[in-house]
């Protein structure tokens, strides 16, 4: 396992390290001097450059670089110019929200993503497996925000069964919040679950034509057994890195779901902060996306390298 | 005689396509008798893998058995339900599958697979750990406790299809059916487990089923033999007897077409005409017919019935002239174009290698550098106008390395290539021009050697145009390049999906002959092909060999083959040459215990009882050419080396070089006692590695 | 199937070329491809021609705010009484103009890029690592990153489409190619001494291309949905020019007075990617096809 760490780690690296460089950047590239912004429209240009020393942005890129990425590292995420908050202040207010949605989101994709997967990679034949392909098929097409806006249209509008727009928080009120959290989190889910099912589904099919799957009836082995000890357990390293592939997304796609049903977290501050070229929030809250979606990736290759013995013992 | 173990009776399977239901067997009968080994012998698309998986109940979908029976200890499988089926299969009934690279799940301890077969049956866990470590040493595998536990991918491909055998024979199953179990391996690791499949039929007594194309190893395995062709059983009967005197145009032209190890080496071998069928597509009546010289209208319009052959009571053939006639008539032997005299080669060579090594391994890693892998390390060879020369050796001993070097697909590392007198290793702009004119290739894969995109036209025109002929002239040229292969001009506008392997391989010889070369390097041109189509190729070669006068580096791991086309041959193992001479001298008595031993591993399309028993079995797997063993790199395996004489140190500590009187020369330090490798039973006791337990 | 060489002794170069032709056609020309193409071309035509067909323009008014769906209204009016269907209509000029520039680009840029390895090895796997380094943003955070450099608008948009399809490119043609240069019949060019160029455009390419074709179909609808999501957040298009993605972000807000706010454009982006995805998996399985029959 150190072995597979030590393989990957230089890739990750340089990804973080080129992830970090763009976050850092952003708010240089989106022109604007921040110290205008603190030192206000009235400003004297003394007062200005003043500023300017005070923020230490005289210094050369690379220092401020190396100084902030040091305070991120060690929890100074800075302060919003805006709001004139500290950012850490403004995320922990909101995160709770994103947590909500996007780890039940998380939890809904596996569920179906998988059930389906193994349904679907079961079916071979005949009117079942025409429906589970078109089922796939739509999921798939369908990208979370639109299927979030069917969702609204058919639940929430022609049928009223759910509230659109809006959140409790589940430790306020549990009962309310899962209503309030249901629209969105299938939303989000079901694409990802459509696309994790196709793999699992293709993968399945694969495997049973391999001939250690033949081996195995010549074996005498029953067919439940073979589904499971062969089939299924050659097609769970697909399944595992093909959900760690598809957090990412998920992730991004929270921020449309956050503003289409009103939900006050993370996404819909990162839009927000775009627009009010609150920048130094932005640039913390992309770094934040990339690195969650990369640790989880690696995660996943690190869980199939543990479930795949010719990955784990070749690099030990 | 005693009653069957199995009997098949007028087996129909059928696929169910679109619309249509496509049979793939027809009314195959044949018995088994408890104990013996049956041969079901055929080509691709002759039906022999679908029979074997009808007899377990195993036909992939859509295909499904539709009509007789299969009695096996009196019940008709075919009626069994699937459950019934189930306690049968591993149980009655063990099956043993082609590639062991693909027939052993990768995620499962090799342990954990042997005891399923068991646990399946009702064995208790802990009784079928036990049973399992007992059947890995019957099998042969060394400290099973240790390899118990470890995953299919550590073990080497002769390993694996150990442990597939010790799947088969974990319950003691009566019947084994194994289908094409060696066509994976090499010829000494092909030895080894067919060695260990005889052993433990012996020891256990159990009957096989063995389903191969191999005459060779019918010949020196099986009892019974079963041909079979187009989904048919066109022959049958005693081994001895159908190799005696086949009754059957096919058999008959399936045994003329082997090329022999021991034969004539200037005979022109008797080629079948046409390609095996497509079960899709089968002709009317006998579908040999239109690949047969005795082939009369009524063999045209019915399908003859396997009967007994009045003469020879022994024997069933569905010939209708056979069986008509009362025996099989000598075939009409139209005596074509004997082999040109062939000039003997003592020109100047052509082609010269000195020392070439080719390194592939040394890889830049982030921190350090890999050791050099030397794919091929230090060979010399040359080759001469009008002269082949064999290059024999095992799967990953160079020689395609070494071949590729020679047209600069892979760039040797050290050494020298001398091409008609000049120096070439650099294959810079001018040195790869000089190689391209006078250095052809013809692959291995013929289904992916020529472009499905280019029509035939187009693939001659590209490498008429490398040549230089002038657009307004090429097509009259590719016109001339088919003829030569023996195929009509007229099918310059099909695309390369038309055409059977065989003629593939032909229009691959086409092409390379387009630019007008003098060396041509054939690299296992006839390996991928049926047996009776490779024969075709063959002569195509050897013919314009003569007429060309081509220098030709001929590499194939097949012993007959070889000795049938080479005037010299060298004998290739871990990227070295240990053994080089004329190809008689070296078959009469090879000076290197290697290829000794492949010589003795190599089936013969001969029957006989004793041959598995004479035969030397080499211990173990070719080790890495990442790490190769110190001095003679073959001791590690050497059936006259340390192994079995430790008193032989030299071999340890001191490389041997190619060395010898004369032409012939051998990389050994007892060459002397080479050819005893091969006869002596004293040295093969030392050297077998299976015979414990 | 050809059907077979064509008997005069010599035959025009024409022949072949006619019979490849009818053969990619045919290929193409399942029903699948048939309703695709077709879909999709009515809405390219209504796109084009709706200035044509609606001279009121986007902002053609009735007098009536949020008027439910009539003939003279298919999907009603909006809160100022301009006809959400011709604002639909209009919009799709937008979408269809974003991929149709955007996403024919990063095929031929993406593509080169994973044709590098051929010529240099290391530019090759220069280009992968950025490609790696592409993917890990998701597509929105990507979207983000290029708004704030750039500001919203079309340009923008476009710009992430290219960004986050030129991975996909990349990678799909830098597998061909790895799959491609290994292929025996490649080896046989490189042995007569066909030039590194022919190889290419002869032998490697022609069995990459419909892939690639595949992937442009999949990145074109990807690349309208992208617009819709980062206009919905609004950091698309902005209002009030009509695109499918600023009528959901306002559409939206009146989901309880004109439900066909929010459903008109999500009607329009459906019908959009159920035309991609069956032009999509008729390539796909001509692909299979000339696959299996090699």
């Known amino acids: 396992m150190l072995g597979f760490l030590a393989r990957r780690l230089p890739s990750v690296a340089l990804m973080l390290l080129v992830t970090s460089i763009v976050a850092f950047l952003l708010p240089r590239l989106g022109g604007g001097d921040p110290a205008l912004v603190v030192a206000g429209s009235d400003a004297t240009a003394e007062q200005v450059e003043a500023v300017r020393v005070s923020m230490g942005l005289d210094r050369p890129l690379v220092v401020q670089y190396v100084d902030w990425l040091s305070g991120v590292l060690t929890g100074d995420l800075g302060t919003s110019l805006i709001s004139n908050r500290p950012i850490a202040q403004l995320i922990l207010s909101r995160l709770g929200s994103t947590l909500e949605l996007a780890i039940s989101a998380t939890i809904l994709m596996v569920m179906f993503g998988f059930a389906l997967g193994i349904l679907a990679g079961s079916t071979r034949r005949g009117v079942g497996r025409a429906v589970l392909d078109a089922v796939l098929g739509a999921l798939v097409a369908t990208p979370p925000h639109v299927t979030g806006l069917i969702l609204i249209l058919a639940l929430g509008i022609a049928w009223r069964l759910l509230p659109i727009s809006g959140e409790v928080s589940i430790l306020v009120d549990p009962a309310t919040a899962l209503s309030y959290l249901v629209l969105p989190a299938f ?54 890195v093909a959900t760690g592939i598809r957090v990412g997304e998920l992730l991004a796609g929270a921020v449309v779901m956050e503003a289409i049903f009103g939900r006050n977290g993370l996404g819909l501050m990162a839009v927000d902060a775009v627009s009010s070229r609150d920048y130094e929030v932005v640039q913390v809250l992309v770094l934040g996306a990339v690195v969650i979606a990369v640790v989880v990736h690696l995660f996943s290759e690190m869980l199939l390298a543990a479930l795949d013995p010719r990955i784990r013992l070749d690099l030990s | ?75 008709d499988l075919t009626q069994l339900s699937e459950d019934e089926m189930r306690t049968i299969r591993g149980r009655e009934i063990a099956m043993v599958f082609q590639d062991p690279q693909a027939a052993l799940n990768p995620v499962k301890t090799v342990g954990w697979q042997i005891e399923e077969a068991l646990v399946v049956h009702g064995v208790s866990a802990r009784k079928a750990r036990e049973r399992t470590l007992e059947l890995l040493r019957q099998v042969g595998i060394p400290d099973p406790e240790a390899r118990v536990d470890e995953f299919p991918h550590q073990f080497s491909g002769g390993m694996r299809q150990r442990v597939v055998i010790a799947i088969a024979i974990a319950n003691a199953a009566p019947l084994i059916v194994a289908d094409e179990p060696t066509t994976a391996l090499d010829v000494t690791i092909q030895a080894q487990v067919l060695r260990l499949l005889v052993d433990l039929r012996e020891r256990l007594g159990a009957t096989i089923i063995l389903i191969t194309h191999d005459m060779g190893v019918v010949a020196e395995l099986c009892n019974d033999l079963v041909v079979m062709y187009g989904g048919r059983v066109v022959e049958r009967g005693r081994t001895a007897d159908i190799f005696a005197a086949p009754q059957h145009p096919y058999t008959r032209a399936l045994l003329r077409s082997m090329p022999k190890i021991d034969g004539d080496v200037r005979e022109r071998l008797s080629a079948v005409p046409g390609a095996t069928p497509d079960l899709s597509r089968l002709p009317p009546g006998c579908a040999f017919h239109p ?89 010399s060879l040359s080759v001469r106008p009008g002269e082949t020369l064999g290059l024999v050796g095992e799967s990953g001993c160079g020689k395609t390395t070494l071949s590729r070097a020679i047209v600069g697909l892979n760039l040797p590392s050290e050494g020298r290539i001398i091409l008609k007198g000049e120096d070439v290793t650099s294959f810079d702009e001018t040195a790869s021009a000089r190689v391209r004119k006078t250095v052809q290739y013809v692959f291995q894969d013929p289904y992916a050697s020529l472009n499905p995109r280019l029509t035939i036209r187009q693939i001659l025109s590209e490498a008429l145009e490398m040549r230089g002929v002038a657009r307004a002239e090429r097509e009259v040229e590719a016109r001339k390049l088919l003829g030569l292969v023996g195929l009509d001009p007229d099918y310059l506008g099909r695309y390369p999906r038309a055409f059977s392997g065989g003629q593939r391989q032909r229009i691959g010889i086409a092409r390379a002959l387009a630019v007008e070369p003098q060396v041509l390097i054939c690299d296992e041109p006839v390996s991928a092909l049926d047996v009776s189509i490779q024969a075709q190729v063959i002569n195509v070669l050897a013919d314009l060999r003569d007429r060309l006068g081509l220098a030709v580096l001929f590499i194939a791991h097949d012993l007959a083959v070889v000795r049938h086309l080479s005037d010299r041959v060298a004998v290739m193992y871990l990227g070295r040459i240990v053994e080089e001479g004329p190809a008689a001298e070296i ?107 | 199937m050809s059907a077979g060489g064509t008997s005069t002794a010599r035959p025009v170069r024409r022949v072949v070329y006619g019979e490849r032709l009818r053969r990619y056609l045919g290929a193409f020309a399942t029903p699948r491809f048939h309703a695709g193409g077709g879909l999709l071309l009515v809405l390219t035509m209504a796109a084009l021609a709706a200035p044509l067909i609606f001279p009121g323009g986007v902002d053609q008014q009735s007098r009536d705010s949020f008027l439910p769906p009539s003939p003279g209204h298919p999907f009603g009016t909006d809160e100022l009484g301009r006809d959400i269907f011709v604002r639909c209509v209009y919009a799709l000029r937008i979408s269809i103009s974003l991929v149709v520039v955007a996403v024919p680009l990063a095929m031929v840029v993406g593509t080169l890029m994973g044709l590098a390895g051929a010529v240099s090895s290391r530019l090759g796997d220069a280009f992968q690592r950025l490609f790696d380094i592409i993917l890990g943003f998701p597509s929105i955070v990507l979207g983000i990153c290029i708004v704030i450099i750039m500001g919203p608008g079309w340009a923008s948009l476009a710009v992430t489409i290219v960004i986050f399809s030129l991975p996909q490119f990349g990678r799909l043609a830098r597998a061909q190619l790895l799959s491609e240069m290994g292929r025996e019949y490649v080896l046989a060019a490189r042995v007569l001494g066909v030039g590194k160029g022919r190889i290419m455009l002869r032998h490697i390419l022609p069995n990459t291309l419909e892939p690639l074709f595949v992937q442009m179909s999949l990145s074109m609808i990807a690349g309208i949905f992208l617009e819709a999501a980062l206009s919905i957040v609004g950091l698309g298009i902005q209002p009030p020019t009509p695109s499918l993605g600023t009528l959901l972000n306002v559409g939206i807000r009146y989901v309880y007075a004109q439900p066909m706010y929010t459903g008109g454009p999500v009607i329009m982006l459906l019908l959009l990617a159920v035309a991609f995805n069956l032009i999509a998996d008729a390539l796909n399985a001509a692909v299979l096809k000339t696959r299996s029959e090699a």
């Open chain 1, 187 to 240: 939303a989000l889910a079901l694409p990802q679950a459509g696309t994790i099912a196709r793999l699992i589904q293709a993968r399945m099919y694969q495997v049973q034509q391999e001939e250690f799957v033949d081996l195995a009836r010549a074996k005498g082995v029953p067919p439940r057994r073979i589904a499971i000890s062969h089939v299924l357990r050659n097609s769970m390293g697909t399944a595992i």
């Open chain 2, 1 to 75: 005689m005693t009653a069957p173990l199995l009997e098949v009776r007028e087996l129909v399977t059928e696929f169910a396509g679109a619309g249509r239901r496509l049979r793939a067997l027809h009314e195959v009968s044949f018995g088994v008798e408890a104990g013996s080994i049956l041969g079901i012998v055929g080509e691709s698309g002759s039906g022999k893998s679908l029979t074997a998986r009808s007899i377990m109940r195993m036909v992939p979908e859509p295909g499904a058995i539709t009509g007789g029976q299969v009695i096996f200890a009196g019940r």
């Open chain 2, 291 to 379: 690949r047969c010289s005795l082939a009369e209208a009524v063999c045209r319009s019915e399908v003859p019935p396997l009967a007994v052959v009045p003469q020879r009571p022994q024997n069933r053939s569905a010939c209708h002239v056979a069986l008509r006639e009362g025996r099989l008539p000598a075939e009409p032997r139209h005596d074509d174009a004997q082999p040109a005299g062939r000039r003997p080669a003592l020109e100047q060579p052509i082609l010269e290698l000195h020392d070439v090594r080719v390194n592939f391994g040394s890889r830049r890693m982030l921190f350090r550098r890999t050791a050099p892998l030397l794919a091929v390390d230090g060979v």
């Open chain 2, 587 to 693: 078959y009469a008595r090879p000076l290197h215990p290697y290829t000794a031993v492949l010589m003795s591993s190599t089936p013969r399309p001969v029957p006989d009882p004793q041959a598995m028993a004479r035969k030397v079995i080499l211990r173990g797997d070719v080790p890495s050419p990442r790490n190769p063993p110190s001095g003679c790199r073959f001791r590690t395996r050497c059936p006259i080396g340390p192994l079995a004489d430790p008193s032989r140190r030299i071999c340890i500590e001191q490389d041997p070089a190619l060395a010898g009187a004369g032409a012939h020369r051998s990389a050994c330090h007892f060459p002397e006692d080479a050819a005893r490798a091969a006869s002596s039973d004293k040295t093969l006791a030392a050297a077998e590695g299976t015979s414990t337990a």
